[in-house]
């Protein structure tokens, strides 16, 4: 898992795929934090994407850096923990000009039984459960 955090933080924006009805929707993310244990990620709850991660929390990350990219797919667990959104927010402090851990929008996710593969173009994918 501090693979997976290392490299999307080196990466600093990855792309989130949902299904909204039966249709795939990608958007770009920034946000990746590991808090007690687990990988999280974090969004508002007025976005689409927190709208269809309700509804379907299986979800793909991809990220490329350099001539290497990762692909994470899981599913998105909800945290109510004020704890989790104040250490995601302590991570990325130019989120507070928009969001607070206690304003009812903010929500944060953790994967849940995720499989990382980091790949490249000159060796074996690898791949590590988490």
């Given at each position: 898992?501090?693979?997976?955090?290392?490299?999307?933080?080196?990466?600093?924006?990855?792309?989130l795929a949902t299904?909204?009805?039966?249709?795939?929707?990608?958007?770009?993310?920034?946000?990746?934090?590991?808090?007690?244990?687990?990988?999280?990620?974090?969004?508002?709850?007025?976005?689409?994407?927190?709208?269809?991660?309700?509804?379907?929390?299986?979800?793909?990350?991809?990220?490329?850096?350099?001539?290497?990219?990762?692909?994470?797919?899981?599913?998105?667990?909800?945290?109510?923990?004020?704890?989790?959104?104040?250490?995601?927010?302590?991570?990325?402090?130019?989120?507070?000009?928009?969001?607070?851990?206690?304003?009812?929008?903010?929500?944060?996710?953790?994967?849940?039984?995720?499989?990382?593969?980091?790949?490249?173009?000159?060796?074996?994918?690898?791949?590590?459960?988490?």
């Amino acid at each position: 898992m501090e693979r997976v955090e290392k490299f999307l933080k080196e990466a600093k924006t990855y792309y989130l795929a949902t299904v909204d009805g039966d249709k795939p929707r990608v958007r770009p993310f920034g946000t990746v934090h590991i808090f007690e244990g687990k990988l999280y990620i974090q969004t508002g709850k007025s976005k689409d994407v927190y709208k269809q991660i309700e509804k379907n929390p299986n979800v793909e990350i991809c990220a490329c850096t350099g001539p290497e990219w990762l692909r994470v797919e899981g599913k998105l667990v909800e945290d109510d923990n004020l704890k989790a959104r104040e250490a995601m927010l302590d991570a990325y402090p130019e989120l507070k000009a928009m969001y607070s851990a206690d304003d009812g929008n903010t929500v944060v996710f953790y994967l849940e039984n995720a499989t990382a593969t980091f790949s490249s173009f000159t060796s074996a994918p690898e791949e590590e459960k988490f």
